[in-house]
């Protein structure tokens, strides 16, 4: 036990009193908070909005695009959705009633299942916009054909959708 003690000595002594010691441990030290400062950044989080928002409304886009412009008349669409916010979880809670001296206390948690929170659904983001530019919007036939397929396909407001004519 003492001899322990004397090694554990031995080698504090040594890496105080030798600076090239000193300076490797600190470059050392440097480059682990370096690659953990790093992989933060290069790491996205899942809960980052912004992909399953983009993604979500990029995806949505694609496929209007493709159908609208099958849309007799309708010929070139593009088509941009915009989304009130990201994906909402519904998680499953467990609703505990206790009485208190004060009165009535209600507390919720979310139920875990084998170490994970038990989801009962996923609600994609509110379209809050929709405009489409189709090179014959510029007839009033294809026009209202476009604007009711794209409300029935999204279930958006007819306020809620603007198309032009492309140029």
């Known amino acids: ?3 322990e003690h004397k090694e554990k000595q031995t080698i504090l002594n040594r890496i105080k009193n030798d600076k090239k010691i000193q300076y490797i441990i600190v470059g050392i030290l440097a480059i682990i908070a370096i690659i953990i400062v790093a992989s933060s950044y290069l790491i996205k989080p899942a809960s980052a909005d912004y992909s399953y928002q983009d993604d979500y409304a ?6 209007l695009s493709k159908v609208l412009s099958e849309v007799d008349g309708a010929g070139k669409v ?7 916010s990201g994906m909402e979880t519904v998680l499953a809670m467990e609703t505990v009633t206790t009485e208190t001296a ?3 206390e209600i507390v919720e948690t979310p139920i ?5 929170t038990v989801v009962l659904k996923e609600l994609f983001p509110k379209i809050t916009g929709v405009l489409i530019v189709a090179e014959g919007a510029s007839s009033i036939s294809v026009l209202n054909k476009i604007q009711q397929a794209t409300m029935s396909l999204l279930d ?12």
């Open 156 to 167: 958006v407001d007819i306020n809620n959708i603007e198309i032009l004519t492309m140029k």
């Open 1 to 3: 036990m003492e001899n």
């Open 58 to 63: 990029s995806i949505l886009e694609s496929k």
């Open 102 to 104: 004060n009165g009535t």
């Open 112 to 116: 875990v299942v084998n170490g994970k």
């Open 78 to 84: 593009s088509v941009i959705i915009t989304v009130e």
